[in-house]
């Protein structure tokens, strides 16, 4: 080939440019990229020679030439040129059709590919720091050691209270509204990539450290690991009883199902009586299994012939109109039961709307799921 092509090349997880030798210089250069062999999981074995301060010095200076480098191909200002520019010019350059991401090419910034506490582990004599370093995971092993030493920690005050006939004044931690800290969570805490062994064997070792009698000693410590969850359900205000011109209690509830909604107006003191629309129940829905969804709130709390309900229903069908008055029914018998009934409502479904709906229609074929029929000729 006559022209000279400039390149930029990226050998050993590196960005070097190299000029066209008298070529003109708003020929457009050329982006080879070549695979790394070395991957993110053995960066700790790679060896002492490659992870040292000026090591990652030199990467920086390197991928700071190769950004430069890249933003004047793709015609941009190397002072502003993003992350987000890089990868869409990589992107633009070498367009793949390769499904895996770690098969594509990538240029980022060497403190995403090494990470921080993978910099420096070695002294000048080229000996690792940690003792655990041969491990292969030096950090998870540290933590494992750490935390089983706690555990010693706190049996030694439990023994030592022990000895002087000192009963535990200490209350077990409710462990209620918190969690622990997740597989990847940790693995982002430990910068080391962990089995679902090593993960459960940590688990198991703070669980076996909180069920202690004393374990508030190093509560401190096992909160690292642990997270707040949120409220996944908000307090639901109930409404109290009202009260007629007859002074009977009744209480008012809404659901809906599908694209059926309904109002149910439950009264204290009556007779099992029910009418939708006007309509008696058994004449309004002529299916057993509809009117078996209508009466199951008051099946599950044993009020069947304890309360009369007025309902109230429109859109839908039969099917839809008998889910939405099951919820607007239970949702008015909040008012007549305790709390502890309530919560049973809830973990039984009965609190909470169908999301299900018809699915639509896909363009190219028959219906929702099926297809057109085969045809060869």
Known sequence: MAAAVGRVLRLGGR????????????????????TVAVQRKDVG??????YTEEFIKKQIEEFNLGKRHLANMMGEDPETFTQEDIDRAIAYLFPSGLFDPQARPMMKHPTEIFPEQRKIQWGEDGRPFNFLFYTGKQSYYSLMHETYEKLLHVEKYQDQLRDQDLPPQKEKKNQVGSRWLTKTELEEVLLEKLSDDDYSRFIQLLEKLVTLPCADIEEKYVQKFSKEVPAQLQTVVIEPLQYDERG??????????????????????GTGKI??????????????QDREQLLFPFQFLDRVGKHDMICTVSGGGRSAQAGA???ASARALRSFVTEKEVEFMRQAGLLTRDPRVKERKKPGQEGARRKFTWKKR
């Open 275 to 288: 009418t939708v629309n006007g309509t008696d129940m058994l004449h309004y829905f002529p299916v057993l």
């Open 45 to 50: 074995a790679s060896g002492p020679e490659k």
């Open 15 to 34: 960005w070097s440019a190299a000029a066209p030798p008298g070529g003109p210089r708003s020929q457009t250069l050329r982006l080879i990229y070549t």
């Open 248 to 269: 009977v209690a009744f209480s008012t509830g809404e659901g809906a199902r599908k694209t059926a909604k309904a109002t149910a107006v439950v009264y204290d003191n």
């Open 325 to 327: 008055i099951r919820l």
